[in-house]
């Protein structure tokens, strides 16, 4: 990943985690998240004042890994469309693949009633593009154990989506924030990418409101509403007729004229 100089030489400040502490201290797979899109020029101060707090993940020598990650949705595009209309009851579905590591695992999130996301997975074949019976099975489980009722949906690949991301974790622990930059979207036709010096930043706290979030709240930065990366990609390749939710987040990605693009292209290929 080709990084900003003075993020690189900040980030060299924080100090090491390894994986299995991180685990310990805040796997976080039930926690409310904020998202933040913010250009290179503001989370520079942030980033110092962040090292304060938080250890960074670091493996083998590296701080920051690539990720790739195959959403899949159904026909109807109900996971994009029940995020759209703001459902209580909604999921992703998606495989992710560690690059670095070489390992993937199926992960589903969902939102329970208190608007907490949950998020189970499953280690699966590496680089799996298409859900077979056992991953069908799990998903299954899964909406059936947060809400009581079967999925019943036939899932297949609807985008793909890669990025470089850097993990921190609160040195008190019970906190952890991701920083990605780097994204590119993409179908089998097309693809698009975010400015490189672009980054979407997440906070994942107990309640929502964790050291990064006041830091951040102190430097005048805030989160950005409906930043799901998912419905992102979606609107930014074209895959969808409605959009205006997600125009925030498309707005400070740079990614309104591609949509606009898009959105005709895709259009003329339904015609």
Do not use: W
Not at 130 to 148: E, I, M, N, P, S
Not at 162 to 185: P, S
């Amino acid at each position: 990943m080709t990084m900003d100089h003075h993020i690189a030489t900040t980030l060299c400040a924080f100090r090491p985690l390894s994986l299995a502490a991180l685990n310990a201290k805040a796997a976080m797979l039930e926690r409310q998240d904020n998202k933040y899109i913010l250009p290179a020029g503001h989370l520079r101060p942030a980033l110092h004042l962040f090292s304060r707090h938080f250890d960074v993940l670091e493996i083998g020598g590296k701080r920051a890994f690539t990720y790739a990650t195959q959403y899949f949705d159904d026909a109807d595009q109900r996971a994009y469309y029940d995020h759209h209309q703001g459902r209580r009851k909604r999921g992703k579905v998606r495989v992710r693949s560690y690059l670095d590591a070489g390992f993937s695992y199926l992960e589903v999130k969902l939102k329970d009633i208190r608007d907490v996301t949950v998020k189970r997975r499953l280690r699966v074949d590496y680089g799996m593009a298409v859900l077979d019976g056992g991953a069908a099975a799990f998903v299954d489980t899964c909406f059936h154990d947060q809400y009581g009722t079967a999925f019943g949906r036939l899932l297949t690949a609807a985008i793909g989506m890669n990025y470089d991301r850097i993990t921190l974790v609160a040195k008190d622990g019970g906190e952890r924030m991701t920083i990605d930059t780097g994204l590119r979207f993409s179908t089998d036709r097309m693809t698009c990418d975010v400015a490189p010096d672009m980054f979407i930043i997440e906070t994942k706290s107990a309640r929502g409101n964790g050291i990064a979030d006041k830091i951040l709240r102190g430097l005048h930065l805030h989160p950005t509403p409906r930043c799901s990366k998912y419905c992102i990609g979606m609107a930014a390749l074209g895959q969808v007729t409605q959009h205006n939710r997600f125009l925030p987040a498309l707005r400070r990605l740079h990614l309104t004229g591609m949509t606009r693009t898009a959105t005709h292209r895709f259009a003329a290929a339904l015609a």
